[in-house]
Antibody, heavy 120, light 110 residues
Framework: EVQLLESGGGLVQPGGSLRLSCAASGFRFRYTAMTWVRQAPGKGLEWLSAIGGTGDDNRKPYADAVKGRFLISRDNSQNMVYLQINNLRVEDTAVYYC???????????WGQGTLVTVSS | QSALTQPASVSGSPGQSITISCTGTNSDVGNYEYVSWYQQHPGEAPKVIIYDVNKRPSGVSYRFSGSKSGNTASLTISGLQAEDEADYYCSSYTIIDTEIFGTGTQVTVL
């Protein structure tokens, strides 16, 4: 059974940093691309980034809105994917989902999400 | 890149069919057969119900079907049921190797 468990969310001040984690199990993680998507309160879905599986893990596209502030990475030995968020802004307040990708960037199976609140 | 355009809301009576449109450009929907649709109930994570324009994952009801014409993809829900009341999002692969979502559609079962 595929399972994804996000963690690392919380309350952070504007300008701060946060690293979100996603623990994966139930599939061949190292060969599977992973993505991050967020959803601001009461708003729609916003695709953020993806990272390829083994042999393709240098492929890390980002949405224009987060390029330069967000950094995606993975640790295949731990079945983990991460999203480093720097210089947090109030508008980054959202539930952040990690998802197993179908193909390369398209979310297929989603975790339950972790809430990030940016406020002073 | 702007979000794909969906109607804000669609409604129908039980048993009816409804269709949700998803309009993009020739840099995304119109250029690839990689359109997905997601269903999201309140407080839950999204769930994929259609991928690659018209394919249904195992376990998804046959009442959900997808299609595409030019820059517009569509999701049809036939035999509308109360449990279909949810938000629906489309997404597409893009020419710049990213994914883009639609604006979302709230489906109400009258």
């Amino acid at each position: 059974e595929v399972q994804l468990l996000e963690s690392g969310g919380g309350l952070v001040q504007p300008g701060g940093s946060l690293r979100l984690s996603c623990a994966a199990s139930g599939f061949r993680f190292r060969y599977t691309a992973m993505t991050w998507v967020r959803q601001a309160p009461g708003k729609g879905l916003e695709w953020l980034s993806a990272i390829g599986g083994t042999g393709d893990d240098n492929r890390k596209p980002y949405a224009d809105a987060v390029k330069g502030r967000f950094l995606i990475s993975r640790d295949n030995s731990q079945n983990m994917v991460y999203l480093q968020i720097n210089n947090l802004r109030v508008e980054d307040t959202a539930v952040y989902y990690c998802a197993k990708a179908r193909g390369y960037v398209s979310p297929e199976f989603w975790g339950q999400g972790t809430l990030v609140t940016v406020s002073s | 890149q702007s979000a794909l355009t969906q109607p804000a809301s669609v409604s129908g009576s039980p048993g009816q069919s409804i269709t949700i449109s998803c309009t993009g450009t020739n840099s995304d929907v119109g250029n690839y057969e990689y359109v997905s649709w997601y269903q999201q109930h309140p407080g839950e994570a999204p769930k994929v119900i259609i991928y690659d324009v018209n394919k249904r994952p195992s376990g998804v009801s046959y009442r959900f079907s997808g299609s595409k014409s030019g820059n517009t993809a569509s999701l049809t829900i036939s035999g509308l049921q109360a449990e279909d009341e949810a938000d629906y999002y489309c997404s597409s692969y893009t020419i710049i190797d990213t994914e883009i979502f639609g604006t979302g559609t709230q489906v109400t079962v009258l």
